[in-house]
Nanobody, 129 residues
Framework: EVQLQASGGGKVQAGGSLRLSCTASGLRFDDYAICWFRQAPEKEREGVSCINVRDSSTYYERPVKGRFTTSSDNAKNTVFLHMNSLRPEDSAVYYC??????????????????????WGQGTLVTVSS
């Protein structure tokens, strides 16, 4: 059984930082891209960032580029989302998800975030002004 366990959400003031973690089990970690999505109240879910576990190449959506960083600890099957300079508009439930395959920059530019096969539960991030 594939499981993705997200954690690390919480409340922070604007300008602060949080680190989310996503630990995967039941899958061959290297064969996937691990992505972060978020959904704010009354808004559609949107992509945030993805990392190809195989070579740690990353992609960031424009609203978070330069402020968020995704990294992985392959030995622990864990991906991290380091969120800096947080803004109230970053408040959302953050989900990690696993998409089978390798996705290069062209894929994101032409198609957008990959469609994941597996989803974890969300973790709530609240940024106050």
């Amino acid at each position: 059984e594939v499981q993705l366990q997200a954690s690390g959400g919480g409340k922070v003031q604007a300008g602060g930082s949080l680190r989310l973690s996503c630990t995967a089990s039941g899958l061959r970690f290297d064969d996937y891209a691990i992505c972060w999505f978020r959904q704010a109240p009354e808004k559609e879910r949107e992509g945030v960032s993805c990392i190809n576990v195989r070579d740690s190449s990353t992609y960031y959506e424009r609203p978070v580029k330069g402020r968020f960083t995704t990294s992985s600890d392959n030995a622990k099957n864990t991906v991290f989302l380091h969120m800096n300079s947080l803004r109230p508009e970053d408040s959302a439930v953050y989900y990690c998800a696993a998409a089978a395959g390798y996705f290069d920059r062209n894929f994101y530019l032409n198609v957008g975030p990959p469609r994941p096969e597996y989803w974890g539960q969300g973790t709530l991030v609240t940024v106050s002004s």
